[in-house]
């Protein structure tokens, strides 16, 4: 029996409560679980989830390998930023635990991170050693040239962060080469600017209003990022920029401010 197999049975679903400080699973997180578990009892097509970045997307996608009991999850995140903040998470149940959702003694599954492009046949079956594996598209599409077609059996789940990257070729080659897998796209932007189709069901949809009325957020401002266009890796470029525009918000937010009556005051 499998590790999300095995485990399943000590997934509880607490319910948050701020006001009394009580930890657990906010109402929108249990909703889109609710709902990505109902439709495969009906559907095998591809579920997507829409939340809002920063709504709890996380413990969803992570609980989902428990709900759904897989026996290997394959997870696709568009960035190797991304794909290390999931990998980290995931390898200690982090969020899952913080929440209640999960013993805290509960041993954590094992995640490999793919830190290199697959080259050989070999790279895919190692993998099988492992409970989840945590991958961009350009380190496992068999759309690259240099990379081997998967087993159809190695993963039965297959979980994607930010899904509106998914019509993209190397995206949905990826997603075909395991035909057989549930999939479930998670993305806080269902609609893409090239007006490409995301294939799949909506199965939840939790919006930025109503994230907004619950007390997800405050106050939300658009904050562009600007990619310099120079030689090298663009999509190291990409997670460099955001990198540095989060650093950069994030000193000015709390660098002291003076005001003329001499009141020192946090920004």
């Known amino acids: 029996m499998s590790y999300f197999e095995s485990n399943y049975p000590k997934l509880s679903f607490p319910i948050s409560d701020q006001e009394k400080k009580i930890d657990g699973f906010r109402e929108a997180q249990r909703g889109a679980l609710f709902a990505v578990g ?17 709504s709890g997307k996380t413990a969803v ?3 989902c390998a428990f709900l759904l009991r897989a026996k290997r999850v394959l997870i696709l995140t568009p960035s190797r930023l991304v794909r290390e903040q999931v990998s980290e998470d995931f390898a200690a149940l982090g969020v899952l635990k913080r929440v209640g959702a999960l013993p805290q003694d509960l041993n954590p599954p094992k995640v490999m991170p793919t830190a290199h492009r697959v080259t050989d046949p070999a790279g895919w079956e190692a993998m099988r050693d492992f409970d989840a594996v945590v991958a961009t598209v350009p ?21 994607v962060d930010e899904a509106h990257h998914s019509p993209a070729v190397t995206w949905q080659m990826l997603l075909d080469d395991f035909p ?3 999939r479930v796209l998670f993305t806080a932007t269902p609609f893409r600017r090239d007006d490409r189709e995301i294939k799949a069901r909506f199965v939840y949809t939790y919006d930025l209003r109503s994230a907004y009325l619950d007390k997800v957020f405050g106050r939300i ?6 990619v310099t266009p120079r030689g090298g890796d663009r999509q190291r ?3 460099v920029a955001v990198a540095r525009a989060a650093e950069a ?6 660098t002291p401010v003076f005001h003329p009556a001499g009141a020192r005051v946090l920004s």
């Open 38 to 54: 109902s439709h495969f009892t009906a559907r095998p097509e591809p579920a997507i989830v829409t939340m809002p970045t920063g």
């Open 61 to 63: 996608l992570q609980a």
């Open 139 to 159: 380190s496992v599409s068999s759309h690259i040239e240099g990379v081997p077609k998967p087993q159809a059996d190695l993963f039965d789940l297959i979980l």
């Open 180 to 182: 057989d897998a549930r």
């Open 221 to 226: 401002d658009y904050q562009p990022v600007v």
């Open 237 to 239: 470029l990409e997670d």
């Open 249 to 254: 918000k994030f000193r000015a937010d709390v």
